[in-house]
Structure formats: C-alpha cells, structure tokens
C-alpha cells in the first residue's frame, strides 16, 4: 500500500456503484472504508474480498450517523457519496416520510460526509469530494405523475 494515498470514505458503498468505487480505491491502495445500511451479507463479502472496512449506518437519522462518522478510527481524506434512495411511487403518493428519507440519504449525508471529512484535515490540508447519483435502480423515465 502506498503511503501518499489518503484515506477513504465511501457512503453507500455496497451498492452496484459504491461496490465499484470499493474496489477501485483498495486496487488503488487507499485506506478504504464504506458504509452500508442493508445487506449485511454483501457488506461483509465486500470488506473481505478487498479489506475494506465496513460499517453499518442508518443515513435517515442524522444525529445517529454523525456520531458513527466521528468514531472511524481513521479520519477520511476522500470521501465518495454513492448512496441513494428514490420513491418510485406517483408523485401524489410519495410520502412525507419517503420524501423525508430521500432528502436524509441523498443530500443531507452529502453534509454529514463533507463534514466527517472537514473535521479530520490539518490547517492546510486538501481533501477530495466525489458525489455520484443516478436511476439505475428505480425505474423507467418519464415518472409517473
């Protein structure tokens, strides 16, 4: 492993995409830890198959994440904001409480991240931020209304 890697944190990083960034910061040597909230088994064979480190962290619940990301025994330098969740209920049925977890797992942990990454940078210090989004998963295009 390369010294002059900096550490890395992948949110959502059991999914189809963050699986892939996984892969590619270990193959690259970095420190690597990911989060994941479902999927312990794919979770689990993920930080084996690259010696990733993985933890378990509800994104809807902001003051539960941030005292998770404040604990990682290793301060992140990068971090990679994969996950992602979308309704894919009619807008007139989307829930508050479906459009509140949405909001939570794709924007508001982009902050938390940002600020877990903040937190552990020296004076002077440069970090790097990477924020990935799509529809692979959700459905066809045009939603339905």
Do not use: Y
Not at 23 to 50: I, K, Q, V
Not at 58 to 80: E, F, H, M, N
Not at 104 to 122: E, H
Request: with cysteine; hydrophobic share 50%.
């Amino acid at each position: 492993m390369r010294a002059d890697l900096k550490p890395a944190l992948v949110l959502g990083g059991s999914g189809t995409v963050g699986q892939e960034v996984v892969r590619s910061l270990r193959a690259a040597g970095a420190p690597t830890t990911f989060t994941f909230f479902r999927g312990e088994e794919r979770a689990e064979a993920l930080a084996s198959e690259t010696g990733a480190s993985a933890v378990q962290l509800d994104l809807t619940d902001p003051a539960a994440a941030r005292i998770v990301l404040q604990g990682l025994s290793v301060a992140p330098k990068i971090l990679v904001h994969c996950a992602a969740v979308a309704a894919t209920a009619p807008l007139a049925e989307i829930t508050d409480a479906a459009w509140s977890d949405a909001q939570a797992i794709n924007c508001q942990a982009v902050l938390l991240g940002c600020q877990t990454l903040l937190a552990g940078l020296s004076e002077g210090e440069s970090g790097e931020v990477v924020v990935l989004g799509g529809m692979d998963r959700t459905q066809s295009l045009p939603v339905p209304i």
